[in-house]
């Protein structure tokens, strides 16, 4: 008796799967799809066993990209990226509510309500960012505002180091900045 009941339960469960694998892929194959997507996620990079940088998102999409065997990480709903001198010490932090990575690039680009904070307290607001690490650039054509305890400044442009230490504003349109003597006087030798 107990053997004909388990037989029948198992011989209901083979036949109630009505569903081909033709039609299973179909719901969960994406061609254009990523390969992997994640949930809450952190990433740390490291140069040389020091860490650099440190990526945190809530969703993460991994995709292998034919071309030059590049990988693309997506970060569709926001990240937060945390750079760090070579004493392992936060430099800069950059938030945005979109970014992609391309690892053999070395490349993040990084937009929609931009956020970018150094140790000197002062932040840049933009919706573009482009971050090219083989070139320690960070950079944009777009308007930004860049904000400090020493004023603020609006233009369209922008460039600086990976950490965001040094930096210039392009196209000023608007601003009040107090510089010290020294930098005004850096400043006109250039």
């Known amino acids: 008796m107990v053997f004909s009941i388990g037989m029948f339960l198992f011989c209901s469960l083979c036949t109630s799967c009505g569903n081909t694998k033709e039609q299973i892929s179909q ?92 140790i000197k307290e002062e932040r840049l607001d933009t919706d573009l960012l482009h971050i090219d690490f083989k070139k320690d650039s960070v950079y944009t054509y777009e308007k930004v505002v860049v904000t400090s305890p020493k004023g603020t400044i609006s233009g369209v442009g922008f460039n600086s180091n990976t950490n965001f230490t040094k930096y210039k504003v392009h196209n000023i349109s608007n601003g009040v900045f107090e510089m010290e003597e020294e930098a005004l006087k850096e400043e006109e030798n250039e």
């Open 27 to 118: 719901v969960t194959y994406d061609a254009g799809g990523p390969q992997e997507t994640s949930q809450d996620v952190t990433m740390l990079f490291s140069d040389k066993g020091l860490s650099k940088m440190k990526l945190e998102t809530p969703l993460l999409h991994r995709y292998e990209l034919e071309e030059d065997n590049e990988m693309k990480m997506e970060c569709p709903i926001g990240m937060v990226v945390t750079f760090y001198d070579t004493l392992g010490n936060v430099e800069s932090i950059l938030t945005s509510k979109y970014g992609v990575l391309y690892s053999k690039k070395e490349y993040i680009k990084v937009k929609d309500s931009v956020v970018f904070v150094n």
